[in-house]
């Protein structure tokens, strides 16, 4: 669609203020013409990986994950089957079926809902994970064959210190991740997937994320959380030569019996609710010691700007200028034998708890090559010595190993299968 431009806005209120206001109206113009690039754009769905990893985040998620209802391996094959074809068209900006939302026969149901229509592909990526049960079920019953071939590291997360999980916001056999630049393209991706999913696999829960808390490339400004703080400064990026190879994408040698999954990765969810108001409530100098890092310019607490390394053996007086328990420091890869993980997380509201404080807080998503050594650790580490935990609860948490990329006429997962 056509960016518009009213009189008023193209006239600018006047000759008197023509100037200043045709200024405005270039710049104006200049970011709706950047803002619908970004909507037109779009990416591949088949490739070596699963798009949705190392693509630039985009601004809006729906992230959804399903219970397997079928007891039939074939079943289940013909699900990744039709969902890897559904994808593939509303990836490149068309319909989930095959005939469009009015198309068909007026008397039958459509094979797409509709809520689409007329909206680009707005950088929609799908990307497809598998969880735990998916293998065997919680008697250790082999469900569809698979059991052999279960990674060794696709086991359901530890409950860490201080989790507060919600079940119903938890686990799952099989997952999706839809982002893209425009909320209802990354809903109606969820909402024509899961109705294809009738009869199959049914949504367990499901969450929907706006403003993108991490960047993946070195192209994207580096956004803020709902603490007000940015987040994901020292994100894994994709130019990084080796970075990805090393810390996100699983390896054939990895595990012999899960070699179906090399060039793969593991996505860990973990739905962390913010005490907004408590935290509201603190000193400036109090949040910035929480986290380790400025507000405004966020650099470390030992630098001035965003991007200079901490200095965690710089002193002030007699105390570590950067705290010991500042989530900067407990977090940082010098202390986890030089883990990195790829964060894709996003804010939410989901309106207000029963005490009239907002539902609010971070969607962390993270990918990783090896949960063991490259989350757990880690998430350990966050739930016993880090300040801004008294300000988080987690309240839903899940693991997902996510196959490598589709190739032309594979569907995803194929290789599990074969």
């Known amino acids: 669609m056509t960016p518009r431009v009213s009189r008023r806005g193209l006239l600018g209120g006047g000759l008197a203020a023509a100037g200043v206001a045709g ?60 969902w890897t074809a559904a994808a593939e068209r509303m990836t490149a900006g068309g319909s989930a079926g095959e005939i469009g939302p009015v198309e068909g026969n007026p008397v039958l149901p459509p094979d797409d809902t509709g809520e689409a229509i007329g909206l680009p592909a707005s950088g929609l990526t799908i990307t497809f994970g598998f969880g735990p049960g998916l293998f065997t079920d919680d008697d250790g019953n082999d469900r569809f064959g698979l059991a052999d071939r279960q990674p060794e590291a696709l086991r359901r997360l530890p409950h860490f210190p201080a989790d507060q999980l919600v079940p119903e916001r938890s686990f799952g056999d099989l997952c999706i991740q839809a982002c893209a630049d425009d909320p209802q393209v990354a809903v109606h991706a969820i909402r024509n997937l899961a109705r294809i999913a009738f009869g199959r696999a049914a949504v367990r829960w499901s969450q929907l994320g706006f403003g993108r808390t991490s960047s993946t490339s070195t192209t994207q400004a580096t956004p803020r959380n709902l603490f007000g703080f940015k987040d994901g400064t020292a994100n894994l990026k994709a130019e990084e030569d080796g970075a990805a190879d090393e810390h ?117 998503i993270a990918y990783v090559r090896d949960p063991r050594t490259h989350f757990i650790p880690i998430q350990n580490a966050m739930a016993t010595s880090d300040a801004l935990m008294e300000y988080l609860k987690v309240t839903g948490s899940a693991l997902f190993a996510v196959p490598a990329g589709i190739a032309e006429g594979e569907y995803v997962g194929q290789a599990l299968f074969a």
């Open 23 to 82: 200024a405005f109206t270039v710049g104006r113009l200049t970011d709706e013409a950047a803002a619908q690039e970004a909507l037109d754009r779009s990416y591949a769905f088949r490739g070596a990986h699963q798009a949705g990893i190392l693509t630039p985040v985009q601004d809006r998620l729906h992230f959804a994950a399903f219970d397997v209802t079928t007891a039939e391996r074939d079943e289940l094959v013909s699900l990744l089957q039709d």
């Open 248 to 364: 996100v994408w699983v390896s054939a040698e990895d595990d012999p019996r899960a070699a179906w999954l090399a060039g793969g990765s593991y996505l860990v969810s973990r739905r962390m609710n913010m005490t907004i108001e408590v935290w509201d409530r603190q000193p400036l100098v109090d949040q910035e010691r929480f986290i380790g890092r400025t507000k405004g310019e966020g650099a470390p607490l030992t630098g001035t700007d965003e991007l200079d390394e901490p200095d965690f053996e710089a002193v002030t007086g007699t105390s570590p200028t950067m705290a010991v328990d500042a989530h900067v420091r407990v977090v940082h890869p010098d202390f986890h034998d030089g883990a990195r993980m790829l964060r894709r997380g996003y804010n939410f509201v989901d309106g207000t708890d029963a005490l009239g404080g907002l539902d609010a807080g971070l969607f962390f």
